[in-house]
Every structure is written in C-alpha cells, then in structure tokens.
C-alpha cells in the first residue's frame, strides 16, 4: 500500500507542490513550523529512514533539496534555511526545510501555523517560480 507521501507525489492527495522532477517532489507542509516549511521526498522509494536509501536515491535527494532551498530562501524572506530529517511522523523519507531567521523558528514542539490555502498557494507558487529559473 502507498504511503501519504507517494500519494502526494502522485497527485493522488492534493499538495501545494514547490518543485519536482522525475525522482524527487517538494511540497508545503501543511502544518508549518514557519511559511515555506516545505518537504522533499523521494518519489520512487517508500523506505521512512533516510540512512537505508541507496547512495544513489540518498546523493540526489540531497542535491534536489539544496535546489529547493535556495529556491525557498529567495522565495520567502530568511536568514537561512534549516534542515532536518526526522522520520517518525510518516513512514517515508522526508527532509524538512525550514525558513530560519532565529533557530528556535525549527523547534518541532512549537505550535504550528495555520495558513489559509490562498497563502499556502502563493508561497508555492514563489518557491516553485524560484526553483524553475535555476
């Protein structure tokens, strides 16, 4: 059975998708920590620990990350962007980038945001306009 996350990457589950190629979907999380909180995912591998990724899935999803992320820093005002791989939420590898202007701005027992979905389409839509001029 597949996961959330691949339904997501599927278009099976509506997202509010930052970037994406063949391999790899980027998308907002819907309980930010901060706007731009974004998730990147591998699309063809459903393995929730990062650590068990062939070399291969592993190096391009770190590549395709720091994409997005600079994408997401021109996108959404920040300091930088944070990184996190946690893991025990949904059982697919996700990487977490987060705008940071403080690090407690990543703090994952802070209370989330709330956004309405005219926001969360617009920061997509500027993260995903960032990403493709690269």
Request: net charge negative.
């Amino acid at each position: 059975m597949a996961t959330l996350f691949t339904k997501i990457a599927r278009g099976e589950i509506p997202s509010y998708k930052v970037a994406e190629n063949s391999d790899y979907y980027a998308f907002l999380d819907i309980s930010p920590m901060a706007k731009g909180h974004t998730l990147v995912i591998p699309k063809n591998v459903e393995d929730d620990y990062i650590f068990n990724l062939d070399d291969s899935t592993y190096a391009g999803l770190c590549v395709f990350a720091k994409k997005v992320a600079i994408a997401l820093k021109a996108a959404v005002p920040c300091k930088r962007v944070g990184v996190a791989v946690l893991g025990m939420e949904v059982p697919h590898t996700h990487i977490h980038l987060v705008p940071l202007n403080q690090e407690s701005d990543m703090d994952f027992r802070k209370e989330k945001l709330s956004l309405d979905p005219s926001e969360m389409k617009q920061i997509a839509d500027s993260i995903l306009a960032e990403y493709e001029k690269q």
